[in-house]
């Protein structure tokens, strides 16, 4: 096992433990790709949520919110292009019966040999130590070459029979490649097939009357299709955004790696309507302000790179995404996209109402072009989640577990305990969390040595322990001790809420 495997399973287990995250349904053996949050996750992912929130909204004059609805008209589909064009290419193997993604199949292929190429250059970097240059090798090497080549050729055939919707290409590829069903290990492959993502219901007391539905795949068509009840009801003028978070479906085929790809997940998005020739500067400027607000959380910056798109959806002028490093490698966290006009031009054809603003400076009416910003929540929960979870050696030879969560996200600020449960001090620690509970997530724990109440805060994230003792009663004082440093201070209890205050505001995180 790969020391990044080794990791994501830690993170999965921790996640676990600690009451962030469970499988949906556990007791009937779990749904495939759908979870639940804990009691730990829900806040997490609640304080996740509110900083993207305040950071859009909140401190954008030009932005409000909304919260539509899940169900919509189902011509919100059509007009958006989902219902012809959002699927996956399938293929299947008569031997296992296993269904795949065409197109992962391929690239796990590409995958696979850019490993081996890594384990080369791996090997070459022990052989020639201090003097090894990896540019050099990699460009000179040939197997290095060969395989990074093979890769490169296999993922651009795919895009390129991709483009031209030639599903029998993907499949000759496959074949080609000499790919085989992991289960099977056969290569006894099916055509390859297009699969709509959308999950489908229905609407209706009867069976005759019904209306077919889709659960939404993404929550910007709820801003679309409200673009002029907001404009209009909060007097915007252009350049404005209208933000919005909430569940989305997808019904994945290739659904792994855990929280990362989910068939039910969450999404804040941002649509921001411009005028027409302006969008490159916006697209440009909410590029900056997303990678801004990311690193502000304090994750590493290293952690994170762009990755602009070459091949473009057919409503996008310019898109790029803003990749993390999980534990399992860089992968796209969050999405910008310039998406032109093709929404509401889309949705003005198919409902017949007008979707435009009157532009008072050019004395004009013109459907705005749109720049998106659209991150998933759950994958945003990853990222905090697995960047934090630490294994930390300590001076005297023994190691602790740690969730080094950015303070403003853990779910409990502050643990308090009584030093002992006796000589009145569980009684002072419930005041001091009756008067910080009004401002801050905090929890009583009198359980076990202080030692150990210490590590079970660590691992579970929670940034400060406050210790009532036999002083306490004498000068008001208490210990706090940091999570992330393990330093431990005397406080008086009248300046505990200051300093949880500071440590958690949003003022002094946001940049
Ligand atoms: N409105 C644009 C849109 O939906 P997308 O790239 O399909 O674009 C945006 O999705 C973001 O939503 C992704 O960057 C990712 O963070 C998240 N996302 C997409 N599919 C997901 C899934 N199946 N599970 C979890 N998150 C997902």
Not at 192 to 210: H, I, Y
Not at 459 to 487: L, N, Y
Request: proline content about 3%.
């Amino acid at each position: 096992m790969s020391n990044q495997d080794d990791q994501f399973k830690k993170v999965i287990s921790h996640a676990k433990e600690y009451g962030y995250i469970f499988q949906s349904s556990e007791i009937y053996d779990g749904l495939s790709a759908v979870y639940d949050y804990g009691q730990n996750g829900v806040e997490l992912k609640k304080n996740i949520r509110e900083y993207w929130w305040k950071s859009m909204v909140q401190m954008h004059e030009n932005i409000v919110g909304i919260d539509a609805a899940i169900f919509m008209h189902p011509t919100t589909w059509k007009a958006s292009g989902h219902v012809d064009a959002f699927s996956d290419p399938l293929i299947d193997n008569k031997d296992s019966k296993k269904r795949y993604r065409a197109d992962v199949l391929v690239e796990d292929y590409a995958e696979k040999l850019n490993q081996k190429a890594e384990k080369e250059i791996a090997k070459a970097a022990k052989r020639f130590g201090d003097s090894f240059d990896r540019e050099t090798f990699v460009t000179t090497n040939g197997r290095v070459m060969g395989y990074h080549q093979k890769a490169k050729d296999a993922t651009a055939r795919l895009a390129k029979s991709l483009d031209a919707d030639d599903l029998a290409d993907v499949k000759a590829l496959i074949e080609e490649l000499g790919i085989v069903c992991p289960v099977s290990g056969s290569k006894n492959w099916t055509e390859v097939r297009q699969f709509n993502l959308m999950f489908g219901t229905k609407l209706g007391a009867s069976a005759e009357t019904a209306t077919d539905l889709y659960l939404r795949p993404e929550t910007a068509q709820g801003i679309f299709v409200n673009f002029l009840n907001v404009q209009k009801t909060g007097r915007m003028k252009i350049p404005f955004g209208i933000a919005q978070t909430g569940k989305a479906f997808r019904n994945e085929i290739v659904a792994r790696q855990f929280i990362f790809r989910m068939r039910e997940f969450e999404q804040m998005e941002m649509q921001f309507f411009v005028r027409p020739g302006e969008e490159m500067k916006w697209y440009h400027h909410w590029k900056e302000t997303r990678l801004k607000w990311h690193t502000s959380l304090g994750l590493g910056e290293e952690n994170y790179r762009f990755h602009d798109h070459e091949k473009l959806a057919h409503y996008a002028n310019a898109a790029a995404d803003i990749e993390f490093n999980f534990p399992f490698g860089f992968k796209e966290l969050e999405g910008i996209h310039s998406r032109t006009d093709f929404d509401l031009k889309a949705h003005e054809e198919h409902s017949g109402k007008k979707l435009q603003f009157f532009d008072p400076e050019l004395n004009e009416s013109y459907v705005p072009y749109v720049v998106e910003t659209s991150i998933g929540l759950d994958r945003m929960f990853l990222a905090v989640l697995s960047k934090s979870l630490q294994e930390e050696a300590l001076d005297n030879g023994t190691s602790r577990v740690v969730l080094k969560l950015p303070a403003l996200l853990a779910p409990v600020k502050a643990a308090i305990f009584p030093l002992v449960k006796k000589d009145g001090l569980p009684e002072i620690a419930r005041e001091i969390i009756d008067e910080l509970k009004y401002d801050f997530n905090v929890l009583y724990d009198e359980k076990d040595a202080v030692g150990k109440r210490y590590r079970r805060q660590d691992a579970a994230g929670t940034p400060f322990c406050i210790t009532v003792d036999h002083q306490t009663i004498e000068d008001k004082t208490v210990t706090v001790r940091h999570r992330d440093t393990m330093e431990q201070q005397r406080v008086a209890i009248e300046e505990l809420g200051e300093l949880i205050g500071k440590a958690v505001s949003f003022r002094h995180w946001i940049k």
